[in-house]
Every structure is written in C-alpha cells, then in structure tokens.
C-alpha cells in the first residue's frame, strides 16, 4: 500500500524554507572549498565572482516574484524604496549578524578545546580576510599593488567598520598605523565583567593576509592586540608598511 506524503503545516514550510536558505549558503560554501583545493585561492575567488554575478539576479527574480515584490535592474523595490540613512543601517545590522555568526562559530568549536578553536579560527581568518581584500579591490577599483594607499582605502569597507570604530594614522612615507578604537566584541566582554579575549594569533594571520591581498609588499606587525596590555583610547593596533 502507498503511504500517503505528509503534508506540512504553515510553520513547517517556514522552517523547510530556512532549512534550504541554510542549505543553499553551505552548498555554496562546499563549491568555493572545492574550487579552491583543486584550482587554487586565486582561482576561486575569480570564479566566485562569475557565479555570484550571475546567481544573484535569478534568485532575486525568483523570490521576489513568490513574494510579489516589484524588481527593477535587479533590486527589488522593498530595498529601492529605502533611504540612505536606512540602506547603512540595514548594512549596519548585516555586518552585527556576520559578526555574531562568527562568534557562535567559535563557541561551538570551543566545546572541543580552546587550542582547536583557535586553529580553526586563525585558518578561517587567514582565508576569509584575504577573499575580502579581494572582492573590496574590486568594489572599489583599486589597482593591483597599489601600496599603502590602496590599503587605507579597502581598511574603511571591511566589515568590521560596519560594527568597530577605528582609525588610521600617517605615521611616515611608507607606513600607516591602524587601531581599532570601539571593539564590539571586547566591549561586550568588558561589560559582562570578562577579560580581554586574547585575539592576537587570529589578529596576526588576519591583518597580514588582508594587506597581502592588497599588495604582497606590504608588512604587517602587531603593536599591541589582547592579552597584551593596551591603552584604553584601542584594544589592538597594527603597523603597515611598504
């Protein structure tokens, strides 16, 4: 006898159609993995570029026509409609939920022990700072090797400036000091009465991988990052020099 297909109810069909928005952003994940551990980071990145040009405007087109959102050259007029002011706080909250979700990462992980945590987190970071100074390269047209000032640049667009305050400072011709003045995950361990998080290994693979990407002329050293001791005007600060 045929078994009848259950048949889900409202909330189910939600959760189903979180569970394939998951699904699709690890599918994705596995394909750029992939792509990466057979033709190379460089190659990856380029190929990411291709797909996500061309993947995004067919799922906007698809979902906004389900959802009945008018779209126009690809931007569906809930977003168009909005003003400036709110466009760069919808940013905002998008680079606070990166940000968490790479918090709750670590937590997960940390279960396992805390050395393996932190090993997963530098390589994550290692990877994904260097694809970020990439795709900003290209948002902005910067030049390829284009020094300390191509750098200073891409530093305003990552998105930890969507959620930190921070600063850049001309300290001579060929070299610039960067310092994260309002860290928000520091704060929020400050105000929960914690340490600093020693973020220093993770820090050192980050920002020197995102000045590679930038140019691979560019050195970078750490002046001061968690458990070191800091000013409170920064948690960390880094030297950049060509």
């Known amino acids: ?57 067919i799922m906007l087109e698809r979902i906004a026509r389900r959802l009945k959102v008018p779209i126009e050259d690809g931007i569906p007029e809930l977003l168009a409609g909005m003003d400036k002011e709110e466009l760069a706080a919808l940013l905002a909250d998008m680079g606070k939920s990166w940000l968490a979700s790479d918090g709750v990462w670590f937590q997960a992980v940390e279960k396992d022990g805390m050395e393996g945590a932190r090993q997963i987190n530098d390589a994550c970071w290692a990877r994904v700072s260097y694809i970020e100074a990439k795709r900003i390269m290209k948002r902005l ?28 400072i001309d300290a001579a011709e060929n070299k610039v000091i960067f ?45 001061g990052c968690p458990p070191d001791p800091h000013p409170a005007e920064w948690y960390c600060a880094w030297e950049f020099a060509l």
Not at 7 to 27: C, G, N, Q, T, V
Request: hydrophobic share 35%; with cysteine.
């Open 179 to 223: 310092r994260m003045n309002e860290c928000r995950v520091q704060q929020a361990r400050k105000r929960a009465g914690l340490p600093d998080y020693p973020c220093k290994s993770a820090g050192v693979v980050e920002y020197t991988r995102f000045a590679e990407g930038i140019d691979p002329r560019i050195k970078t050293v750490c002046l």
């Open 141 to 168: 047209d910067l030049p390829e090797r284009g020094g300390l000032p191509a750098l200073k640049e891409a530093l305003k667009y990552r998105q930890y400036a969507l959620v930190n305050r921070q600063e850049i």
């Open 1 to 57: 006898m045929r078994e009848e297909r259950h048949s889900p109810d409202k909330r189910e069909l939600i959760d189903l159609i979180f569970d394939s928005l998951h699904l699709m952003a690890l599918h994705y994940g596995i394909w750029f993995g992939e792509t990466e551990r057979r033709l190379g980071l460089e190659k990856a990145i380029e190929v990411d570029d291709a797909v996500w040009g061309r993947a995004l405007p």
